[in-house]
């Protein structure tokens, strides 16, 4: 294997030059003629072409970067080269010091741009492309992360990867001395032993990368395994079913062995990682984990079938290791203290230090996190996580991520200048301080002692040098606390309201001098829809929760909530064309370009629902059913007797539409990472749009698309946690409820805001005097809802009963 090889001495006599046409490894048909391959012009930098801020950010670079597209694979063919692809982002701290380091070193420039044909790309612009060769890379190392680096044939099949190398250092031009003992990887070494392999054995090479793409078929084959015998039964009558369309006639139910049980056992699995004392998963580096998250967080409200099968004990355990371990996220270190949000991950198990980027995702998702986790709790409003909500909230709709159009942005860039005029970017400069800067922006002498020791603020940084081995943090302190005020009340025999006031003050100087004085990061100006569409989500939630409040936070609710529509009529007008049907991905540049992916539809679709259901506006109800149809007419893999090679026929949506440009494999995407998959959203949305439309079609996919995953699930339940929680709805279905009349007033309807949601619960409005709406003719169950204005519970099927006031401001009357 190449992998292999790489940790190998390069043979002697590697060639380190293009090949002469007459080289033996260049493959000539019988009979014809050599000849040399038809002089291309020389390779220029093209990323000035690109609209992406991450692709364009190479501009300056010595590499001749290209972009994924005709020109440069039919060079790579022509040359007969390896393609070099690069995959990053704009925020990460290794994207930019590979740019800043590797790619601006002159002997990386001339080998990739001599014998290669180096490619860069965006991954949040093409998520499939970096999905498909990080599955590749994580093959190999068992590991990730950002910048992938891939060695590829002219056919795009993946030859070697990784993620950051060493830049080249200062022995003989980079190479290892043969002296026995394994050197770690850097680019030039990485470089040569590739190139060489492929000069001297391409053969060998390209057959070895052709076994590879095959190996990972079978890895990304979540979802496409053939269901035996009666797993599908056929419709009952003569019409075949066509997901592609919505109809209201009944479809064959679907038989699976996915089944409650594995909720249980996920939880068991998902326990045995717990860190007890730090919280999260695992004891060295610490990712947010939203899905599982709130998987754990959801334990105590789920059905009673479900919790007596977890056991009631067990459930309220479960949902505390979700509830401390946002205590430990909100106290550490990826909670940015003086400006509001999260950064991406900690790099140590006690959350002390993060990777200093700052993404919409991330924030987005962890917003809905700590509003379950403040429901949770009471929902009050002095409640707790209640400030962490709020103060998430405000950071997505500030001027940091939110633009001028309407849109998010996508994210803030880990590295900035220390200060005004500096050449280098460092790693954190925006939230590092050392103690003396601190002592004097805060002035007060006892002010800056307390909101020193809530902090962890001290004299010669608070880093651990075992995460420092280059001394970039050096005497600086990362904010994360460690004292509360409770305990800081006590320890100096001072009221506890006088120690918030002091910290408060502290945090109000500290904000100020930070926005005025410091360069900010970097901001990715795209605007994506996947992550505008969690956005929209998350925001739409917690306007509904804090408007049925009351007071204060119902004016707050209102601000979030027109925050989130107005994002999504930006979506609307210049991310969709309604005439051809088409919804783009991106937004950048002042133009709209890549069309969406089955993530995009997906995420959207949701953000859609919370607003129908927060506003009682139909017409996002519309859109989202528009959409829905959609997805399922490009994406989904409809189960019939015959495969092929493109659609496995097993149910469930791939990520990417058939024939998508530049992909080795169509692959469907359930295991949730740092964002739900694909498939869990969108199971979510299929069951909340069935119930919320009466289309029995939309509740039979999604229970066809939990069934693709069967297989799977019983294997390893903990990997899916947003998928498993489409098991209930399925095997138990959900909780719909029917508002009546004129929109409720926010406190009537405070019990459904504050119960959990997705596939679990729906809000459906309906005006009887309004049967010629579109929803009207939508729904075939308008004629059987009931005409006295009020709050319903009932179920897709009718049997509708009147909730009483006792009902209406109970959080959870459904499960009890």
């Known amino acids: 294997m190449m992998s292999a090889q790489l940790q190998q001495p390069e043979k002697a006599g590697a060639k380190l030059s293009a090949p002469e046409s007459n080289s033996s490894n260049t493959a000539i048909a019988p009979g014809a003629a050599q000849s040399k391959p038809a002089e291309l012009n020389p390779l220029r930098n093209r990323v000035r072409d690109s609209k992406s801020p991450y692709v364009r950010a190479h501009s300056d670079s010595l590499v001749a970067w290209q972009l994924l597209d005709d020109d440069a694979i039919n060079r790579a063919k022509k040359e ?15 994207c930019h010091i590979t740019r800043q380091e590797s790619f601006s070193n002159p002997k990386v420039a001339s080998l990739l741009n001599e014998n290669f044909v180096p490619v860069v790309i965006d991954r949040e612009e093409r998520p499939d492309i970096d999905n498909i060769y990080m599955s590749y890379n994580q093959s190999l190392s068992g590991s990730g992360g950002w910048p992938l680096n891939v ?24 190479e290892a001395e043969n002296d026995g003992v394994d050197k770690p990887l850097d680019w030039l070494i990485v ?41 599908f039964l056929q419709p009952t009558s003569s019409t075949q079913v066509d997901p592609a369309t919505s109809s209201s006639d009944h479809p064959c139910e679907v038989y699976g062995e996915v089944d409650l049980d594995q909720i249980e056992e996920a939880y068991e699995r998902i326990t045995r990682t717990f860190d007890p004392m730090f919280g999260g998963f695992g004891l060295e580096n610490k990712f947010l984990t939203p899905a599982k998250l709130s998987l754990l967080l959801r334990a105590t409200r789920f059905p009673k079938v479900v919790q007596d099968v977890v ?3 067990d459930c309220k355990y479960i949902s505390g290791m979700g509830l401390h371990t946002l205590r430990r996220i909100a106290n550490g270190a990826v909670h940015d203290h003086i400006g509001g949000g999260f950064h991406r991950y900690s790099v140590t198990r006690d959350w002390s230090l993060p990777a200093f980027e700052k993404m919409l995702i991330d924030n987005a998702l962890l917003l809905g996190l700590f509003l379950d986790a403040w429901l949770l709790s009471g929902g009050t409003k002095d409640g707790e996580f209640a400030d962490v909500v709020i103060e998430v909230a405000d950071y997505i709709i500030s001027d940091r991520i939110l633009s001028p159009k309407g849109g998010f942005f996508t994210s803030e860039a880990a590295d900035s200048y220390n200060r005004k005029g500096d050449k280098v970017m460092q790693n954190g400069a925006y939230y590092l301080w050392t103690r003396k800067e601190f002592d004097a922006i805060v002035g007060d002498e006892q002010d800056s002692a307390i909101a020193a020791a809530y902090w962890n603020v001290q004299e010669h940084g608070n880093v651990d040098r075992e995460y420092d081995p280059h001394d970039e943090f050096l005497n600086q302190n990362v904010l994360h606390i460690v004292k509360n005020s409770t305990r800081l009340s006590k320890q100096l025999g001072i009221s506890e309201n006088e120690v918030e006031q002091r910290i408060k003050a502290a945090k109000a100087k500290l904000r100020s001098h930070r926005q005025k004085e410091r360069v900010h990061p970097v901001i990715d100006t795209k605007i994506v829809t996947a992550y505008n569409g969690m956005a929209i989500a998350a925001l739409a939630r917690t306007a509904s929760a804090l408007i049925s409040t009351g007071a204060d936070a119902s004016r707050r609710g209102q601000k979030y909530l027109e925050v989130a ?41 949701e953000g859609l629902i919370e607003l129908y259901e927060a506003t009682a506006e139909e017409s996002w109800l519309e859109w989202a059913d528009e959409l829905q149809q959609l997805q399922i007419k490009l994406f989904y893999d409809n189960p019939t007797p015959t495969p092929t090679m493109a659609n496995a026929r097993c149910g469930a949506f791939y990520s990417t539409t058939l024939g998508a440009p530049y992909t080795l494999l169509r692959i469907k995407d359930a295991m949730d990472t740092s964002q739900p998959s694909v498939n869990a959203v969108s199971v979510s949305n299929l069951f909340r749009l069935g119930g919320l439309l009466g289309d029995e079609k939309y509740t039979y996919l999604a229970k066809e698309s939990v069934n693709a995953f069967g297989v799977e699930m019983l294997e390893h339940p903990n990997l899916f946690p947003g998928l498993l929680c489409g098991i209930i709805p399925w095997k138990l279905g959900g909780q719909h409820w029917l508002a009546v009349g004129a929109k409720p ?56 009963s009147k909730l009483s006031p006792n009902d209406l401001v109970q959080v959870d009357p459904a499960h009890e």
Request: proline letters at 5%.
């Open 745 to 800: 007033a926010p406190e009537q309807l405070k019990a459904f805001y504050k119960a959990p949601r997705a596939a679990l619960f729906t809000l459906r409005y309906h005006v009887p005097d309004k049967r010629d709406s579109w929803i009207g003719k939508r729904d075939s169950r308008v004629s059987a809802f009931p005409r006295e204005q009020g709050v319903y519970n009932g179920s897709p099927k009718g049997a509708y």
């Open 565 to 605: 529509q107005n994002a999504a009529r930006f979506i609307k007008n210049v991310l969709w064309d309604s005439g051809k049907k088409i919804l783009y991905r991106v937004y950048s540049e002042g133009q709209a370009y890549i069309e969406a992916f089955a993530e995009d539809y997906a995420m959207m679709i």
């Open 151 to 174: 060695f590829l044939t002219p056919e795009l099949e993946p030859v070697f990867s990784g993620t950051y190398w060493a830049a080249p250092g200062v022995q003989d031009d980079g």
């Open 80 to 94: 007969n080269k390896l393609i070099f692809l690069s995959i990053g982002f704009l925020a990460s701290h290794y």
């Open 311 to 313: 056991g009631p004990n």
């Open 191 to 231: 470089i040569k032993k590739v190139l060489a392999s492929w000069l001297d054995e391409e053969s060998r090479v390209r057959e070895e990368a052709k076994k590879m793409v095959v190996e990972l078929s079978h890895l990304s084959a979540e979802g496409t395994l053939n269901h035996a015998g009666n797993d």
